[in-house]
Structures are given as structure tokens and as C-alpha cells.
């Protein structure tokens, strides 16, 4: 049993390799009608898919927490939490419906919140992991505490570097605090090289300068289901070690097939890492101890 974020891009391809190897997968996006034309897809090329579609906006707990409530009611566990689903560099500053910086909100925050909130179903299994997405643009990223949420002086692609490097350091924590706490999740991370998704067409625009490189200059992004191998390894290989990094093996890891990626330095960084958790936990008001 597995739940995807994200109906498009990566997480389609996601669900749709873990519906062909047999799996029940809820693939979870804010969308309903993209949702729809996902599960469509799915079962289209999988007759027989075990497939729904889940909804759920990360750019608001509240609906995070609606998310998890119903979950709650309809499984008896998930064997695996795949935290794909971001937004890439919209030009303009947003917030989340709580307030967040939006890249924050959504990337990192919202998915620490589902992930706490899912502990309970995600413990009831025999071996489950959670597999959160990063990225190459986290070499560059920096967790800016003097203005976490980038109230002056915002910069799309140094926020995203932020929130990117985050959901990295949480992989990390994640499996930190679970072998402390006995709370048997095998937590790992990994990143799509540079694929060929919607994201910068859906945040900065089509006629953006990013946009006009994803559109035009196409053949440099390698295709959204040779992206996904690196968090399908991590998600499904027997070898796949907890508090690993998997990312492409080629071309300074943008593309190519699935191989254990280079850890940016800043991201070792223990006390960096658990000053972010507990920030995390006050700013969403959820504390992963009280589901572990």
C-alpha cells in the first residue's frame, strides 16, 4: 500500500511503475481532475490497477490533516510515503494558506506534516519507508533561519534551493530519530537529475526564461520515467539503506540511471538539521511524538 504526492510528472510515473509491479497505490494531489486523468492513465496502460486518487492541497494543513483523518479510516497501514509533489520558482513571493513562503510550505513543510501524520498507518507495517524528493538545486541551498520564509529579499531559485535542501536534511532526521526512537521507518532520499516535468512550466510560466528552456530546449531534460528510477530504487531496492541519497549517475547527476548521489555538505550538518526539526514542529504545530 503506498501513497504518491503529486498526479503528475514524477509521481505519475511513480505510481504507475509501483501499479505495474502490483501494488495498491493512492496517488495524492491537490487537483481532483488531474487526479482523475492520472488514475485514467494508470489503469489504462495496468488493467486491473489498484489505483485512486487521493485528494490533498501540502500548501494547507488543514487539508493535510483532512488527508490523514481519512486515511486513518480507510487503512489498516501503508507500507510507503513517497513525498514528490513541489512547486519550483514561481517569480513572485506567495504563501501557503497558513502563511508559509509557498516552496517552504509546500515542498518541505507540507510534507513533514503528512509524514507525521501518517506515522501510525506507516508503523502498522512490517518494513515501511518514506522516500522524500530533493534535489540537484540543494547544493546551492542554505537554511536561511534569520529569514526562514524569505519575508525580504526573495529570490525563487535560492528558495528553492532552501526548501529542496530541507527535504533532504528531514530524510536524514527522519531516519536519525527512527533508529533512536525505535519507530522502525527506513527513511531515505533522492532527486530526478533534470527531468522533463510540468514544474516550470506550471510555476514561473511558459513564457518564462525557464519555461522557454523546458520548452524549447527540450532534449536537455531526460524523460519524467528515467527521472523517477532514482525514487523508485529508493522506494523498492532491498539494497536501498536507510539515510541514503539516490540519485542519476550521469553527467553530474542529471541524468541517467539510479546510483547513490554526492551528499551537499551543508546537509550533514546534525545540530542545523535538528534546529530545522523543531522549528518545523512549532511552525505546523505537529510533533512527530506524538504519533511515533
Known sequence: MAVVTGTGGLGLEDALALARAGAEVIIAGRSARKGAQAVDRIRSEVPGAKVQFGE??????????????????????????????????????????????LQLGTNYLGHFALTAGLMPL???????????????AARNGQINFADLQYASGYVPMEVYGQSKLACLMFAFELQRRSLAGNW?????????????????????????????????????????????????????????????????????????????????????????????????????????????
Open 56 to 101: 490533498i492541497d501540502l500548501a494547507s494543513l488543514k487539508s493535510v490533516a483532512t488527508f490523514v483523518a481519512r486515511l486513518d479510516q480507510q487503512r489498516s497501514h501503508i507500507d510507503l510515503l513517497i513525498n514528490n509533489a513541489g512547486v519550483m520558482v514561481p517569480p513572485q513571493r506567495k504563501e501557503t494558506a497558513d502563511g508559509f513562503e
Open 122 to 136: 506507516l508503523r502498522k507495517s512490517k518494513q515501511p519507508r518514506v522516500v522524500t524528493l530533493s534535489s540537484v
Open 184 to 292: 522502525g521507518i527506513t527513511s531515505i532520499a533522492a532527486h530526478p537529475g533534470v527531468s522533463r516535468t510540468d514544474l516550470l512550466h506550471n510555476a514561473p510560466g511558459r513564457m518564462s526564461a525557464q519555461g522557454l528552456v523546458r520548452t524549447y530546449l527540450w532534449f536537455l531534460f531526460q524523460p519524467a520515467a528515467q527521472g523517477a528510477l532514482p525514487t523508485l530504487y529508493a522506494a523498492t531496492a532491498p539494497d536501498a539503506e536507510g539515510g541514503g541519497y539516490y540519485g542519476p549517475n550521469g553527467l553530474s547527476e542529471t541524468r541517467g540511471y539510479p546510483a547513490p548521489s554526492k551528499v551537499p555538505q551543508q546537509a550533514l550538518d546534525k545540530a542545523v538539521a535538528g534546529r530545522l526539526w523543531t522549528l518545523s514542529e512549532q511552525m505546523t504545530g505537529i510533533t512527530f511524538g506524538e504519533y511515533a
